[in-house]
Structure formats: structure tokens, C-alpha cells
């Protein structure tokens, strides 16, 4: 009679020691048959089984154990952000959606917990980010094929490799793919204060390329303003500053804009299109407040703008994987020597609903939550 009998596993990350359980090995006549599975912890997670308003139909749940098979990497993770596009994928609206029920996160990092037989070119302790993004890191433990996970350099901030791909890789291939700028040209972009507009700024900077900021009206505009400004801003208007006949009467020397950055819509968009030149190109990314970018005639006709979009998603894909990586490097390469910051809020995991009001706007501006584990 078959007898059977439980293995476990020990793998270091940071200074704890973890058990892992191994599936039964069914042991015949003295032998044990070699399908003794290596399992991952139990994993906290953000569950949602239906779309809807995140702060409805999310939960925080506790998921079994997974099995960690020859491919695959488990890593404890540290850190992932609250993106609009996670809100938007659990309210059901975003193009690129898991399929139901799903745990919510897409971008984060963490520490390799254990691996699978044939993973080897990581190891427990190694830190790793998510790349390209992928489903479902709004958890404690996550298990995914080796090819998503990428190595990082030791010394990154978790905070800033949680947060790298979605958004700081947005600004700089925005400023890469549509217009051949030169040093002294001049960009515009609405949405300053977010993310992406602050690392426009310092990578805009950095190449000698002036920038002019949009930011909304709101209390504390004075500070947003001066905050910008010491990241390297050459210009920071808010949209009532820009209540005039010429907009371009205001910009002193720096130079008519080549190109636009539009995440908002609606009047915060006519106003990029205000401060284009001759030729110049809007390219929108985002619409936070939901309305349509209204774009005059004459703007086509007589000032021969052009008008399009940028959807990172088309740059996550697995033949540009190695080269999104390469960029990624690039990025915290510079976050790493200071050259590259932005502002976030740290969440404990306990606190992820508030830290999801505030993403979802209901406590006033904030920066981008990001949740630590």
C-alpha cells in the first residue's frame, strides 16, 4: 500500500526563513515517484469577482497555496502601486482587463521567494520587478513564469521599481516617439503635477529641452507650482493664468512648443493646443476629466497641428520586452543617482481601502498610493 508523506522546503529572503510545503510524495515499493510539487505560501490578496466601483467590490481575501512548477518564480512582494488604469480595470472600462474573478494590481516588486527546477537565472533574495506588467499584484505572494520577472540592481528603491514602467516609461517614450526635438526646443503638457508630468520635466531637463506646465486651479497651487519648478520646470501656469487673448505673450524666452502633452481633456486640452507652433503635435494619453478634446478648425487648416495618442500597452509587448527593460534600467539608472524623482505616498497593505479613497479622489489631491507589504 502506497504510504504518503509531507517534504518541506527552506528559502531565505531578507533575514526570515520560510517553509514552503511540498505535495505528497506517494512512496511504492520503497521508491518515491518525482512529481513532489513545491508549493507558495498563502497569499493576502485584493479579490474582486464582479466590475464595479473598486471601493464596492473589492475585498481582501485569503488565497491557498499555488503550485510553484519548473518555470515559475514565487516572489514576496514589497510594493505596488494604485494606478488609474488598475481603478480602471476593476470598474470594467479599460481595454486590457483580466479575466473575472481577478485580484486587482498590474506594476509592482519584490523579493524572489522561491523557484522553480529549471529557473536559473534567479534565486531567493534576488530583488525583481513585474515586467512587462501583468495581473495581479495586489498580493502578499505572487507566482508567475520566470520570463515576467525581471532583475534589478540591489540598491533600487522598492518604492521606485514598483513604479517605474507604467508611468515614468510613458513620459520618456512620449518625448522619443513623435518629434525629433533638439536641445533648446520646448514641450507643453497639461497634468504637471502627476507622475508621468513630473518625469517629463527631469527627463525634458536633462536633455536641454524647456518645458511649460498646466496644472489645475486648487489650493496649494502656489506649492505645486514651486515643487515643479525645483524639478527643473521652466514655466508652471495654472489654467486661469492662462485666461488671456495670446497665451504665447507669456512665455518670455522659452521658445514656442514642437510638441504637447494632453492627460486631461476638455479646456485643459484646447489650452496645449493654444501654446503649439506651427506645425506642432498634441499627444494625448490620458483624460481624467472626462471631457472631449474640442479642437477648432483654423487649429488643422491654418496651424497644421497634428493631433494623436499614446498607448503604452503597445510597447509591452513580448517582442519589445528586452527592449522595454533596457529603458527600464535606463530609468532607475537615474532614480538611483538622483537624477529621477517623483512623489508618492506609502501605504501600509492594512490601510489599502483608504489609500484606495484617496486614489479614487474622495480625500482631495494626493500623490500616487502606492501599497508596501
Request: net charge positive; glycine share 8%; proline share 6%.
Amino acid at each position: 500500500m502506497a504510504s504518503a508523506r509531507f517534504l518541506t522546503l527552506k528559502s531565505i529572503h531578507g533575514t526570515s526563513t520560510h517553509t514552503h510545503s511540498l505535495r505528497p510524495c506517494i512512496q511504492i515499493s520503497g521508491k518515491a515517484r518525482a512529481f513532489c510539487a513545491l508549493m507558495s505560501p498563502s497569499s493576502t490578496a485584493v479579490f474582486y469577482e464582479n466590475h464595479g466601483p473598486p471601493d464596492t467590490v473589492t475585498k481582501i481575501i485569503q488565497l491557498p497555496s499555488v503550485e510553484i512548477k519548473a518555470n515559475d518564480v514565487c516572489v514576496k512582494m514589497l510594493a505596488s502601486p494604485i494606478n488609474p488604469s488598475d481603478i480602471n480595470r476593476i470598474e470594467g472600462v479599460y481595454p486590457v482587463r483580466p479575466p473575472l474573478p481577478a485580484v486587482g494590481g498590474y506594476e509592482g516588486a519584490g523579493v524572489v521567494h522561491s523557484v522553480g527546477s529549471a529557473v536559473q537565472a534567479l534565486s531567493p533574495g534576488d530583488l525583481v520587478m513585474v515586467s512587462p506588467p501583468s495581473p495581479g499584484t495586489w498580493q502578499t505572494h505572487v507566482v508567475k513564469d520566470k520570463s515576467l520577472w525581471h532583475k534589478l540592481h540591489k540598491d533600487t528603491p522598492v518604492e521606485y521599481a514598483a513604479t517605474v514602467t507604467i508611468n515614468p516609461l510613458t513620459a520618456l517614450r512620449m518625448l522619443e516617439d513623435f518629434v525629433d526635438l533638439k536641445t533648446g526646443d520646448a514641450i507643453v503638457q497639461n497634468g504637471a503635477t502627476s507622475m508621468v508630468g513630473q518625469c517629463v520635466i527631469q527627463l525634458a531637463k536633462l536633455r536641454g529641452i524647456h518645458t511649460i506646465n498646466i496644472i489645475r486651479d486648487r489650493s496649494g497651487s502656489d506649492e505645486a507650482t514651486e515643487k515643479l519648478k525645483k524639478l527643473g520646470a521652466d514655466e508652471v501656469f495654472t489654467e486661469s493664468q492662462l485666461d488671456v487673448r495670446n497665451v504665447k505673450s507669456l512665455l518670455g524666452n522659452v521658445p514656442e512648443p514642437a510638441l504637447g502633452f494632453n492627460c486631461v481633456g476638455g479646456n485643459a486640452a484646447s489650452l496645449v493646443l493654444k501654446f503649439l507652433r506651427q506645425g506642432g503635435t498634441m499627444v494625448t494619453y490620458g483624460g481624467m476629466a472626462k471631457k472631449p478634446v474640442i479642437v477648432s478648425t483654423s487649429s488643422f487648416i491654418f496651424k497644421e497641428l497634428s493631433l494623436t495618442g499614446f498607448y503604452l500597452q503597445n510597447w509591452l509587448t513580448s517582442d519589445k520586452n528586452e527592449e522595454c527593460r533596457e529603458m527600464l534600467d535606463y530609468l532607475l539608472g537615474l532614480i538611483r543617482e538622483g537624477k529621477l524623482k517623483y512623489d508618492m505616498e506609502l501605504a501600509p497593505f492594512s490601510e489599502f481601502h483608504t489609500a484606495l479613497d484617496k486614489s479614487l479622489g474622495k480625500l482631495g489631491s494626493q500623490p500616487k498610493q502606492v501599497i508596501k507589504f
